[in-house]
């Protein structure tokens, strides 16, 4: 058994960077590096959708310097990093709130988004600007604006309006550096999910140790409640 959807905490960019005498900035490069390379594997794996927490709504409050360097990352996986997913067929959408990011950028996910929107080889999906509350705000927020009653609203609806809502739930989220909590990740769609946690920064973590993650996720039993 497969995971349909995995979603990714890859928290630890600065530790590791600083565990090797290296600059934040270099983790964080490193960081995108190997999402890249464990998206492919984890396509190659069968997984379908692969979510990666990118840039939090609280992650504004770090210092200038880090914020524009971080979005010049994001500005360099939407228009280079994603070549090799985009040659396999691999579509990309982004969750998050626009709002804050600069015209250029959300040009260029636009324009990503545009162009792979009919590929159908997997959906790498980029949180960025996102809070998990936010997007639950805001898909209230849609559905008041399209005059829904009270009475109307069900679960079902609320999924229709959450960000890229073709986006389905959650089957497996693996958490980096040992830390056990959620931070606001995808909160509707984890509502099932299996949990792993794993004692590495980010940068650290390799393919062998996806291999572990699916392989617990695979010896799991999924109840639903049941």
Same mark, same amino acid.
């Given at each position: ?75 360099? &996986? ?20 626009? =709002? ?47 005059? &829904? ?10 999924? =229709? ?32 999910? =299996? ?32």
């Amino acid at each position: 058994m497969v995971p349909t959807h995995l979603g990714i905490i890859p928290d630890g960019n600065r530790r590791w960077a600083k565990s090797q005498g290296l600059p934040s900035i270099e983790g964080h490069r490193r960081g995108v590096r190997l999402a890249k390379e464990i998206a492919i594997a984890s396509f190659d794996r069968g997984v379908r959708f692969f979510t990666m927490y990118g840039f939090s709504t609280e992650n504004w409050r770090r210092t200038e310097e880090e914020v524009g360097y971080l979005m010049e990352l994001f500005y360099g &996986v939407v228009t280079r990093e994603f070549q090799e997913l985009e040659k396999r067929g691999v579509r990309f959408r982004v969750l998050g709130s626009r =709002e804050g990011l600069s015209k250029r950028l959300v040009g260029a996910i636009d324009d990503l988004e545009s162009r792979t929107a009919d590929y159908p080889n997997g959906t790498v999906s980029l949180c960025l600007n996102y809070g998990g509350q936010q997007e639950l705000a805001d898909a209230f927020r849609s559905m008041l604006a399209a005059g &829904v009653t009270p009475d109307e609203v069900t679960p079902a609806l609320i999924a =229709e309006h959450i960000y890229a809502p073709e986006v389905p739930p959650v089957d497996l989220v693996i958490r980096m550096s040992g830390e056990q909590r959620i931070s606001g990740f995808m909160l509707w769609r984890i509502n099932y999910a =299996e949990l792993y946690f794993v004692n590495k920064h980010w940068p650290a973590f390799t393919v062998a140790d996806l291999d572990d993650a699916l392989a617990e996720f695979a010896r799991r039993q999924r109840r639903y409640g049941n």
